[in-house]
Structure formats: C-alpha cells, structure tokens
Nanobody, 123 residues
C-alpha cells in the first residue's frame, strides 16, 4: 500500500513558478514509476510528466517548462513548474504505478493516487 500526499499548489501570476511535492508512504517507493497528471474543470485528466530509471518524460504542452525529479531517500517526487501559463491551471495529482514505455503516459497503470493540489495561474 502506498499513500501519496501532494503539496505546493497555489495561486501564481503567468510567468511565475511553483514547485509541487508528493510525499509517499511505504518502503517500496523506489520500485514505482511516479507521475504527475492534471485535471482542469470540465476536462479529462491529462498526463503531465513521469519519471523512471531512464529519466523524465513530458507532455508536449509542458516540455521545456516543467521538470520532474525524485528523491528516493525522502520518498518524494517533485514537479518544478516554470514559465507558468493560465492554461496550466488545474488540480495536479501525483500517481504511483508499474508501467513501461508509452503506457506510462496513461492513467490506467497507476494504482495509487494522491488527493491533488490546486494550481491557479492568473493572466
């Protein structure tokens, strides 16, 4: 069992930065692929970024602006978000699962989800 708790969301002006954190319980954190997804009001949940042993992978909409990282010693995954845009406004969710390749950009392989943290970017 893995429990995920996100933090770091808030209100920021366009062009600003935020760093989201996701703290995980459990001793098997390092064995999971970790990811961030987001969901804006009235929209489907969408992939943002994932991190595996080979590094980070990103949605095209955030590539070059967002960076995902993890600290296995602290059981924590981060999402550094720079150059934020109003269209980045959403609830951001941390997820843990087992996947490979393209399927890591889909919600279905992720067994554990956090409650989400809101990010609002004003224009």
């Amino acid at each position: 069992q893995v429990r995920l708790v996100e933090s770091g969301g808030g209100l920021v002006q366009a062009g600003g930065s935020l760093r989201l954190s996701c703290s995980a319980s459990g001793r098997t954190f390092s064995s999971y692929t970790m990811a961030w997804f987001r969901q804006a009001p009235g929209k489907e949940r969408e992939f943002v970024a994932t991190i595996t042993w080979s590094g980070g992978n990103y949605a095209d909409s955030v590539k070059g602006r967002f960076t995902i990282s993890r600290d296995n010693a602290k059981n924590t995954v981060y999402l550094q978000m720079n150059s934020l845009k109003p269209e980045d406004t959403a609830f951001y969710y941390c997820a843990a699962g087992v996947c490979s390749g393209y399927e890591c950009s889909l919600p279905s392989p992720y067994r554990y989800w956090g409650q989400g943290t809101p990010v609002t970017v004003s224009s």
